[in-house]
């Protein structure tokens, strides 16, 4: 039996890649996308990302803008200082190319530059937070929202996330599983993003009546929580094209988002049942459609 010196002599001779495997098991950096580290730090980002795609949006329609900083804006800053440094792990991330790991520092921030590096920054940079130390007029406190709508850019990066998750090692099996649950993902942010528009829309409108009013003329006056869940029940029944008529457009504006509404409706409904069909499909053929033995 060969002496496990020599066996250890022969790996390193005649593997041309045993050598840089060892020293990637040395060298954290440049980072491995397939390593426990950034396997373990990408999850993290994801919920992240997940918890922003939501709040994003409901800061921006029920919460004010400007003023003292309060609890959320602490946990604000603190997501985004996270992303600042995912940004920072990204420009010594290796990549493969055709089959071949990049791992050269100059190549992986090119790379990283013509990706994702500006959505990245947008979706990071307290912006918001940058103008309103600097300016501190109240002129300017309406237009915050401008730069907190910027942010929405990370509901894209959560699902290219996703998405990626599906071609790593060990998460094959779970592609059908991802792929469903991106479907469902898109369908409730969409309509999640549409209800809180509307109610900005309403809040921000001059005239007196609007879809809240002549609903129900008790949620002009309503906590926070009560209207999202009756502009989310909108913009559910409506992305979902079951449409009740229950809640309709009283203005010129508001009719004009609802025709917005119907069409991005109609198309990403149709979009992700189509892709829920197909890999339901591929997961459990039907028999009608197995060939004949």
């Known amino acids: 039996r060969m002496d496990p010196s020599i066996e250890g002599t022969k790996n390193a ?65 603190a997501v985004d200082v996270v992303f600042m440094l995912d940004m920072c792990l990204s420009f010594v991330t290796t990549y493969d190319k055709q089959g071949v790991v990049v791992d050269k520092y100059p190549l992986l921030a090119k790379h990283y530059l013509r990706t994702w590096f500006l959505p990245d920054l947008a979706g990071s940079f307290p912006f918001e937070k940058v103008a ?36 790593r090692e060990g998460y094959e099996s779970l592609g059908p599983i991802i792929g469903i649950g991106t479907a469902v993902f898109l369908i409730v942010i969409t309509a999640h993003i549409l209800g809180c528009v509307m109610t900005v829309l309403a809040l921000t409108e001059q005239s007196d009546i609007n879809w809240l009013s002549k609903y129900n003329p008790a949620l002009v006056d309503a906590d926070n929580w009560t209207r999202y869940v009756v502009a989310l029940y909108w913009a559910i029944v409506s992305v979902t094209t079951m449409g009740y008529g229950d809640i309709v457009p009283a203005t010129h504006q508001e009719r ?5 509404v119907a069409v991005a409706g ?28």
């Open 256 to 260: 004009m988002l609802a025709i917005g």
């Open 132 to 167: 309103q130390a600097t300016t501190g007029a109240s002129s300017a406190l309406s237009a915050m929202k401008v730069f907190r709508m910027i942010k929405l850019v990370r509901a894209f990066r959560f699902l290219s996330k996703l998405n990626k998750l599906k071609e």
């Open 13 to 77: 001779e005649f593997d041309p890649e045993y050598d840089s495997k060892e020293q990637s098991r040395k060298n954290l950096f440049p980072l491995d996308p397939e390593c426990l580290f950034k396997q373990s730090w990408d999850v993290f980002v994801m919920i992240l990302l997940l918890f922003c795609s939501f709040s994003v949006p409901y800061s921006i329609a029920f919460m004010p803008s400007g003023g003292d900083l309060d609890e959320y804006d602490y946990v604000e800053i």
């Open 266 to 293: 109609a198309v990403v409904f149709s979009h992700c049942m189509g892709t829920i069909s197909s890999l339901i499909t591929s997961v459990n053929p039907s028999p009608l459609l197995q060939p004949p033995h």
